[in-house]
């Protein structure tokens, strides 16, 4: 599956170098011949490996493509024909699950935005909490300050991007008191974590991390659980992609959703953190229901 997901890149690359159609080339009957297997064999090994199907990896590459070419500076019609998308119309159908905002606004980079950040100590790592004066645009998590500050300025490379060391000023005089109240939080110390989030996104996103805030402290829910929940019970996929690209993991606790099986799945951060997550939420919960 690995040399099929490099035959994927490579044909991706070329095919949008000479401007041949890429889906021809990336059929699974192709893809199939290629690895010596059917093309439903072929299907079901790379989901079990890869937890997608080669057309989403496909779409993936595509899309990581055009991001780099918006963060050169190319115009979004230059892009999407680069990274191989026959038409506006077909990234426009895929740019809100997979950036969040449309290709402009993504090419954009934050253009405009004032965004502060600091970087703490946490029970889990290094914390960055980064925001504006309307809420939290960024949380992440990491064993190193230089991973969180490139991941900051990449997902906002043309912002305005502040460092504050102590937590205050810059564009948001609260990220020492939302940063003091995520601490507790990770803590167990702190299960009602109710605070504002400043981040772009599409509506079907909102909708999801809306409802992933309502998920009970100490409880998880099932990917499936949250596409019924929001009245889309087809769309599971959708909603383990909008888990996914969640940028404000634990006050948005992507965390507490679980595979069908009850079994923890993917996380941005490492699945050490998501089992210490659930973890410390569960057993402060507990020694909650027994206190008199």
């Not at 059929?27 to 057309?55: C, D, N, V, W, Y």
């Not at 990220?175 to 605070?195: F, N, Y």
């Not at 829910?221 to 404000?248: D, F, L, Q």
Request: some cysteine; overall charge positive.
């Amino acid at each position: 599956m690995a040399r099929i997901c490099r035959l994927i890149d490579s044909r991706v690359l070329a095919d949008t170098r000479s401007g041949a159609a890429i889906d021809a080339s990336l059929t699974l009957p192709a893809l199939g011949s290629a690895a010596g297997m059917s093309p439903h064999q072929l299907e079901r090994a790379f989901r079990k490996a890869m937890g997608i199907t080669p057309r989403q990896y496909a779409d993936a590459v595509r899309m990581r493509r055009l991001k780099l070419q918006l963060k050169k500076g190319d115009d979004v019609t230059t892009a999407l024909y680069d990274a191989g998308f026959g038409s506006s119309s077909r990234l426009y159908e895929r740019a809100p699950s997979q950036l969040g905002m449309t290709p402009a606004e993504y090419g954009r980079g934050g253009a405009g935005m004032t965004i502060g950040y600091t970087i703490a100590d946490s029970p889990l790592g290094r914390l960055l909490v980064a925001g504006t004066q309307r809420g939290i645009s960024a949380l992440y998590l990491s064993d190193s300050d230089a991973v969180l500050r490139d991941a900051l300025h990449k997902e906002y490379p043309r912002a305005e991007i502040i460092a504050d060391s102590k937590g205050e000023g810059g564009s948001s005089s609260n990220l020492s008191k939302w940063v003091r109240q995520i601490v507790e939080h990770l803590r167990g110390r702190e299960p009602h974590l109710d605070l504002p989030t400043d981040v772009r996104a599409t509506a079907f996103q909102r909708r999801v991390w809306q409802e992933l805030r309502k998920i009970p402290y100490g409880a998880t829910r099932t990917y499936s659980e949250v596409a019924r929940a929001i009245g889309k019970p087809s769309a599971v996929r959708a909603v383990a992609r909008a888990c996914a690209m969640n940028p404000t993991a634990v006050v948005v606790p992507c965390h507490r959703v679980v595979g069908k099986d009850g079994k923890l799945t993917g996380y941005r951060w490492g699945m050490r953190r998501k089992e210490a997550l659930l973890k410390t939420e569960s057993q402060a919960s507990e020694k909650a229901a027994k206190r008199p």
